[in-house]
Structure formats: C-alpha cells, structure tokens
C-alpha cells in the first residue's frame, strides 16, 4: 500500500512549521550568533575563502527577500525560494534526522508537489491539489518494487496499481472506507486473474 508515502505530507505540514519559524528568527540580511569566519584573507586583499553563519538571507535590488539558507530550531536544514511578491516557491530541506525533501508551492503558497526519501530508503513523490489533500502518489517500496496511487478527496487511496513480488502486475480498487473491492492481478504463468470482495474484504467470487 502508500501508507508510507502518505507520511511524505505530514512531513512537508512539520517542514511549512519549520520555515515559519524560520522566517521570524531571521529578520536581518545575515543574522547568526557564530557571526562570520573569514578565512584566507591577509590585509584585506585576498578574498574570502570561507563564510560561515547560521542563516543567510538573499535580497533582490527593492529589497524583498527572495531566498533564505538556515537552520530551523529543530535542527532541519533548510534552503527556501521566494518569487518577486515574496511568496515561497521552493523548498529543499534535509530533516535531523538526515531524510531529505524537495516541496514546490503554487501561487497562493500551498504546497502542490513533495519529494523526499523515507526512512526506509524508498523515494516518494506526492502530488497534492488546490486544497493541500494528497491526490497522487508514486513511489519505489524498501523491496525496489514500484506502486502508483490515486486518491479521493479525502486522501484516501481508491487506486493502486504496483507489482508484486513475483513481478506481475496488480491493480486494487477501494471503496470510500478504504476497503479493498476489486483485485486485477497475474498469475506467475502469464494468466490473468480477476477477485471481487465483499465490504469485509473477503473475496466473493475470483475469475477464473
């Protein structure tokens, strides 16, 4: 199932937290308290070799901040884009935990696309529509197998289609509660294969 690429949004909601605080904390053009490190300079006329601070903060020539670099509180790195209204575009973060995530943002900065690498090694990417539900996702499970999902309104996923351990192809569609109803799948031997499931989930009639 997507159970785990459902996850990939809880963690872009904790990521938009994150950027929030973010922003509060820096509110100058270079804020950090370990200051700068200028290395390689000699008398002025060498250039810098290295800069080193917590938070950076790139302004366009009116002023508007159109790109932040920092540390959240919680110890997630961070790299942020904003368009010429300063509204976020475009984040790429790696959590404290070492997972990373890329999220896209539309016009209204709601989040519309996540990327990211679960904890278990498998990629996820999630597709989410004008009210922020998760609508599509695709990833690569921890057994290199990968699935596609569709799913409701609500979030829930009414339609996968994946391969099977066995590398066949299968398909499963579910009713509103989330229970399975019709499986397409293969036989090993080529021959396809057809289950209808009551709302208990217990098959009622297989073909052939």
Do not use: C
């Amino acid at each position: 199932m997507l159970h785990s690429i459902e996850t990939l949004a809880e963690r872009l909601d904790r990521l938009e937290r994150d950027n929030r605080r973010l922003k509060r904390l820096a509110r100058l053009a270079l804020v950090g308290s370990a200051g700068f490190l200028l290395m390689g300079q000699a008398g002025g006329v060498h250039p810098a070799r290295l800069l080193a601070a917590e938070r950076f903060i790139l302004q366009d020539g009116g002023g508007t901040i159109r790109a932040e670099l920092g540390i959240a509180e919680n110890g997630s790195a961070g790299f942020t884009l904003y368009d010429r209204d300063h509204r976020r575009r475009a984040e790429i973060s790696v959590r404290a935990n070492g997972m990373p995530g890329v999220a896209l943002f539309d016009e209204h900065t709601r989040a519309r696309a996540a990327l990211g690498i679960l904890a278990d090694g498998a990629p996820a990417l999630n597709l989410l529509d004008a009210d922020g539900g998760l609508r599509l996702g695709l990833g690569v499970q921890s057994d290199s197998r990968p699935i596609i999902g569709l799913a409701d309104q609500s979030g829930a996923f009414r339609a996968e289609l994946s391969l099977q351990p066995n590398g066949a192809p299968g398909l499963s569609l579910s009713d509103r509660e989330g229970k399975l109803r019709l499986l397409i799948g293969m036989l090993p031997d080529g021959w396809p294969r057809l289950a209808f499931l009551d709302k208990d989930e217990k098959p009622v009639r297989v073909l052939p």
